[in-house]
C-alpha cells in the first residue's frame, strides 16, 4: 500500500504518545497522511462523517469512547485503532468497531498497523453507523464465562414486539399478560421495558425498582462488557420462568439508550431466554440526524425493537377514535416496516360499541393482511385486580380477559414450533433493514 494516500485521524485526547505518532507517521514514505488532530470525540465523529478519513488512530482513554461511537466510526468507513495507556495497565474493553489495539509503547508499529487496518476497510462492506445489529455484535460474546455459559441456550430465542399507536390500547396489558402465560407454559421469558414515553411494566407487576433494568444494561453493553451472566444479573425475577428488565426511570433519561447498545441488549437477550417480549413506545417518527451527532433517535428503541422481531403484536382499542388510531397507525408501521405481517390484537371489546368483530376484521384487513387477529374483551374488574395486585393475570385464576391472551400465546407458540432452527426463521424485519440508515 506504498504510495496510496490513506487518510488518517488522530484523537489523542492529549496522551503523551500523540507526539511519537506524528512523527512515526508522517517519517516514513507509508502513504498515510494525518488529516487531523480532532479535540475530542465529536470532532472525531464529524470529521469522519466528510469521508476523507480511512482510519482514525483513538486513545482508549478519550472521553466518550465505548461501543456506540466506535460502531458509528466503522459504520462511517474509517477503520479504528485503538491506544491503550500502556501493556501493563487494565484491559482495553473488547468494543465493537475496533480493528486492532495497540499499547503506547507500541507507537513504532502504527504504519503496518495503519495500512493493515486501511486494507481491511478497503475490501469490507460499508455498514451503516445506525444498520443492522447483526454487524455490531462484540468480540466480547465469543468468551463467555463459566456462569454465563450455564445461562445460554443453544437456539436463539424468539423475540415478540409489542406495539400500538398512541391513546394507550393496551400495549403493556397485552405485553405482561402474554409474557406472564409463556412463562406459565415453562419457557424462560424476559420481558424488556421499552417505552421510552412512560413504561409502565413495572408497575404492572409490582416492581419497586430503585435502578432501571435497561439502564444497567445498555451501560454495561456500551462499555463493552455485557454478556448473558450479567444481563441475568440486572433483570429482576418476577415468577418462575420470567424476568423483567425495568425500564427507564423518567421519560428524559431516553437519550441514555444508544443504538447499538441495544441492540447488543437484544442480541444477548436472545442468548439468554427462549422468548423476549418487548414493550415498545408509540411512536415511530424518526427524525434527521444533525450532522456528526451522535445522539439517538427519541424513538430509537421502538424502531429497533422492530427491526428485530420475530413476531409483531399490534394493539388497539375497539372503540372509534381508537380504530381510527389504529388505522393510522397500520399505514405508518408500512411505511416504516414494510415487510411486517403483524398479530393484529383488538383490546376493550364490547357489546355496546354497535359493532362485532366481523366488521372490525373488515376495516383492518383494509390495511394489512394480518397473521392473525385476536380480540380480547373488555373485562375490567380482571384488569384493575391485576394492577392493584401487582401481578399478572394468569397468576389470579381465570378470567375472560386471561383466557384472550392465552389464545395469543397459543399462536405464538404454534409459529415457533413451525420453525425447527428457531434462529432459521428469525429477524424477518432486520434483514430487510440490514445495512440501511435509520
Known sequence: MIGERIGVLLAAGGAGWEVDALQVLGGAPSGAVVLKRCIDLPDLLATAATGQARVAVVSATLDGVDADSLTRLRGLGVGVVLVAASSTGPDVPELPGVADVLAAEETSRLVPVVQAVARDVATEEPTSPYGSSRSHTSPLFEDQAADALALEHDAQGQVIAVWGP??????????????????????DVLLVDADGYGGAVAQHLGVLDEVSGLLSAVRLANAGHLDVGRLASVARSVGPGLRVLTGLPRADRWVEVRSVAFDTLLETARRLSTHVVLDLGFNLEQAEQAFGSGVPHRNQMTVSGLDHADELLVVGSADPVGLSRLARGLVELREVSPAATPRIVVNRVRSSLGWG??????????????????????????????????????????SSLSSALARVADTLEQDASKVPDAAAGRGWLRRRRAGTGR
Open 357 to 398: 368483530e366481523h366488521e372490525v376484521r373488515a376495516m383492518v384487513e383494509g390495511f394489512v393482511t394480518p397473521a392473525s387477529m385476536h380480540f380480547l374483551p373488555d373485562d375490567q374488574a380482571a384488569a384493575d385486580r391485576a394492577l392493584m395486585a401487582g401481578r399478572a393475570l394468569a397468576d389470579l385464576g381465570e
Open 166 to 187: 398512541t391513546g394507550a390500547p393496551g400495549r403493556t396489558t397485552v405485553a405482561v399478560g402474554t409474557a406472564a402465560e409463556l412463562a406459565r407454559r415453562g419457557h
